[in-house]
């Protein structure tokens, strides 16, 4: 797909990180940038530099989301890019012992919900809406193509680690989905991608102290350095214009392997 002002994006969990990065990237060639996003502050901000439009989404809401796809579409007609990045990580044992009294104790399982339907199910949801959008425009291009869509797994969905049960579950279905998706939407023109980023300078990672952040750069083969924003977009970015990318998953990981812990 060739990316110019015709084309209009929405991107999820957009006000920052991975999203944020890809936002700058698509209205760098051009295209009409819509934010879906919690945090009004970073959105609304961000929206201004790039001249793209921040609607405040929830992606576990219907409502909400469709909301959020009608006020997209009325600044900038109909998305043919929908790129998912809303996201949470948690860390929790399936069953741990308190180290003070011994007591056993269980991952809660409504914690365990949250991160899936925020994950999973609401990456789904964005799919779903808009992609039924995408179906009523014209095909575009030599092989007519009405869209393009591009999700965020993690590497965790592969070699989760410990604590990372309701993560890699949710992931892993990303992962899981997106050749049938890809399957479901080949006769509409509307290609399905997935990246798995390994550890990347997200605000959550960022946070961590200087001496974690040099023992996390000194686990990735090569290079030997956290993943930046910018080089997922970059991906983003080859999946949605190179037109046979399609139901691929693609590790994006500096090579690493996660280990245990």
């Known amino acids: 797909m060739q990316l110019d002002s015709s084309i209009a994006a929405v991107v999820t969990g957009g006000a920052s990180g991975l ?41 576990t809401d219907d ?23 809303a996201g949470i990580g948690n860390a929790m044992k399936t069953v741990s012992r308190d180290r003070e009294t011994g007591a056993i104790k269980h991952f809660p399982l409504d914690v365990f ?8 199910v609401g990456t789904f949801r964005c799919i ?10 014209d095909p575009v291009g030599e092989e007519g193509e009405r869209g393009a869509i591009v999700n965020t797994a993690s590497a965790a969905a592969e070699d989760g680690q410990i604590g990372q049960a ?39 990672l960022m ?30 970015l080859a999946m949605i214009e190179n037109p046979y990318f399609n139901g691929e998953d693609v590790r994006l990981d500096g090579a690493i392997r996660m280990p245990p812990k």
Do not use: W
């Not at 996003?37 to 929830?58: M, S």
């Not at 409502?63 to 990045?85: M, P, T, W, Y």
């Not at 808009?130 to 425009?137: H, K, P, Q, V, W």
């Open 63 to 85: 409502a909400s989301v469709d909301a959020g796809f009608a006020k997209a579409r009325a600044a900038h007609g109909q998305e043919r890019i929908l790129v998912n990045c």
């Open 166 to 204: 309701a993560y890699s579950a949710s992931k892993g279905g990303v992962v899981g989905m997106t050749l049938p998706i890809a399957r479901d939407l080949m006769n509409e023109g509307i290609r399905v991608n997935t990246i798995l980023p390994g550890i990347f300078e997200t605000p959550l």
């Open 113 to 120: 919900n949250t991160v899936i339907q925020i994950n999973l």
């Open 19 to 59: 999203g944020a990065a890809t936002a700058r990237a698509l209205a760098a060639k051009g295209v009409k940038v819509a934010l879906f996003d919690l945090n009004a502050e970073l959105g609304e901000a961000l929206a201004a530099e790039i001249g793209g439009t921040f609607c405040q989404v929830n992606v």
């Open 128 to 137: 779903a809406k808009s992609a039924a959008g995408m179906i009523t425009l």
């Open 207 to 236: 946070g961590l102290p200087e001496k974690a952040r040099e023992v996390l750069n000194a686990s990735v083969p090569f290079p030997k350095r956290m993943g930046r924003p910018p080089e997922y977009a970059k991906l983003a």
